[in-house]
């Protein structure tokens, strides 16, 4: 259960981006999760939604998109995406590359209600 | 509805604590291993049959990461070598926040090689950087010879692989070839080993001079 840690980490970032924001309360946050990160989803959302309670992030929706990794073939330079194993570079079908990134929890964005001013 | 676009990732807390880490190692001289694998893949056994010999070059420590218990910690101060052991009670991975908070303990001006073991999972600790110099997955044979395949991130993320436990080959249905090719499909630049208990020794020598040439490289 490290989706419990990253989820914590994640709640940390989030709310130092909304910080100084009127932020009445969150409606979405959005993750781009990476297939080499072995986050699974379900324990994100597990994980999201237990420790939004009583926090801004309450009733908020997580949302999960699924990303896969770049690979760069040493033999010909170029690059394309995977998600599996093995891997062969579909320019010249050798298997001698370096994966790039892969393996993030990124927080792409968070929408939110504005607090309205009270005049 | 106002939207914010954040573009961070989590990931990235753990990262900068370990970027900290490699500085202060850097600045001790002191070459740190990351050595993960399944409970029972044989993590303390290989450390307790390799650390005497090479404590015999080097000023060694260990950080030892478990669940509970100190069992592992005393296993190494057996082998009269330091040991501090952390207790993640019930967390699955050691991260670069808690080695950062052991090492004052460590004495590390003092020290040549860091070794740290990390708690016995084959998925969670694979995502987060201690600030090793190294990392060796440790897999026995005995848990089956399709894990390559099924844990191919633990793959991906180290430089070393130790398949132990290989003089259990003719007891077991297990296809070490199999294993290794599929290692090497996955990281064809991986540095791969086996080790075994021959006769009551334990042996794993090209293990030994592969962490010698590499703490050598570094500290040169």
Redesign the interface.
């Known amino acids: 259960m490290h989706e419990m840690s990253l989820m914590s980490g994640m709640f940390e970032i989030a709310a130092d981006a909304l910080n100084g924001l009127p932020v009445k309360k969150v409606n979405t946050i959005t993750l781009s999760v990476g297939v080499l990160s072995n986050a699974l989803p379900d324990a994100l959302e597990y994980a999201f939604y237990a420790l939004a309670e009583n926090t801004i992030f309450e009733c908020a929706k997580l949302i999960i998109i699924k990303a896969g990794f770049t690979v760069k073939c040493y033999e010909c330079g170029s690059e394309f995406s995977a998600y599996e194993f093995p891997i062969i570079c579909p320019t010249c079908l050798k298997a001698s590359y370096a994966i790039v990134g892969g393996d993030e929890v990124y927080i792409e964005s968070i929408d939110y209600e504005e607090e309205k001013c009270q005049e | 509805?106002?939207?914010?676009?954040?573009?961070?990732?989590?990931?990235d807390?753990?990262r900068q604590q370990a970027e900290k880490n490699r500085e202060i190692f850097l600045e001790n001289a002191v070459f740190t291993i990351n050595i993960i694998g399944s409970p029972g893949a044989g993590k303390t056994t290989l450390l307790e049959n390799i650390l005497p010999i090479l404590a015999k070059k080097y000023r060694i420590c260990v950080i030892e990461g478990d669940l509970e218990t100190d069992n592992d910690a005393e296993r190494i101060r057996k082998a009269n070598i330091q040991a501090v052991q952390i207790n993640t009670n019930g967390?699955?991975?050691l991260?670069a926040f808690m080695i950062a908070k052991e090492l004052k303990a460590l004495d590390l001006a003092n020290k040549d090689l860091l070794i740290i073991e990390n708690v016995g999972n084959l998925?969670?600790p694979?995502?987060?950087d201690l600030g090793e110099d190294m990392r060796i997955v440790v897999m026995s044979i005995a848990e089956g010879d399709d894990k390559p395949?099924k844990y191919?991130?633990a793959v991906?993320?180290t430089d070393a692989i130790v398949l132990t436990k290989t003089d259990l080959l003719p007891y077991i249905d297990a296809d070490i070839e199999k294993m290794r090719k599929t290692i090497f499909?996955?990281k064809?630049?991986i540095k791969l080993f086996e080790t075994k208990k021959a006769s009551s020794i334990y042996e794993a020598n090209e293990l030994i001079a592969h962490i010698e040439k590499s703490i050598n490289t570094k500290s040169r």
């Open positions: 509805m106002p939207r914010i676009n954040v573009n961070k990732d989590v990931k807390l753990n967390g699955c991975h991260d998925v969670c694979t995502g987060f395949k191919p991130v991906v993320n499909e996955i064809p630049e």
